[in-house]
């Protein structure tokens, strides 16, 4: 791959994807090829902050995205929808995966506030990886930060969800903004 087609593929992954052709599948080989990638990202002192769920089955991603009501599309009066960057043909979900017992490596690692920034850091780069890696692949992606109705996911799940990553096929007749209730009108706003 020359240098201008991959600077491509970096400027295309910053854009969310809000709409999905769930018709198309996503192959096995690639996601063997994003779990390596979410796997061996690097962290601080190449230790385990979380874990990621692989999810393909429609009805959880679909039980999932009625969580993700926080979408704000307008502030005065207040107007909210769901986050369809989590309706994608798949979902990457990371949950938390830390001993927070294990003793410190370092001795600033005994403050609580270095151990979550660590986490936080742990987070974005493996959500940057995964993300670089799905565009490779020729996929589009968007994000949801998951702290919306914690107590809903973590029933659904069985994890405290920190982060969560759509993947999959975009919906070729839309712009990447336009959701399945919202048209994007070009401006920063819905």
């Known amino acids: 791959m020359d240098n201008k087609s991959f600077e491509t593929i970096i400027t295309n992954s910053q854009h969310c994807q809000r709409n999905w052709d769930l018709s198309k599948n996503i192959k096995p080989e690639d996601i063997e090829t994003l779990k390596v990638a979410v796997k061996q990202c690097p962290s601080k002192q190449n230790r385990v902050f ?34 369809d960057q989590t309706l994608a043909n798949l979902l990457v979900v990371l949950v938390r995966d830390r001993d927070y017992t294990e003793n410190p490596r370092v001795e600033y690692e005994n403050d609580s506030g270095v151990k979550k920034r660590d986490e936080d850091r742990a987070l974005g780069v493996a959500g940057g990886y995964i993300t670089l890696a799905a565009h490779m692949l020729g996929y589009k992606t968007g994000f949801y930060d998951g702290q919306h109705n914690q107590d809903l996911t973590k029933e659904l799940l069985g994890e405290d969800v920190l982060l969560v990553i759509g993947i999959g096929h975009p919906d070729a007749t839309k712009h990447y903004r336009d959701s399945h209730d919202n048209v994007f009108d070009g401006e920063d706003g819905l």
Do not use: M
């Open 50 to 83: 979380y874990k990621a769920l692989f999810i393909q089955d429609r009805s959880t991603i679909e039980l999932f995205h009625s969580t993700t009501l926080s979408y704000t599309i307008q502030w005065d009066p207040y107007v909210a929808t769901y986050n």
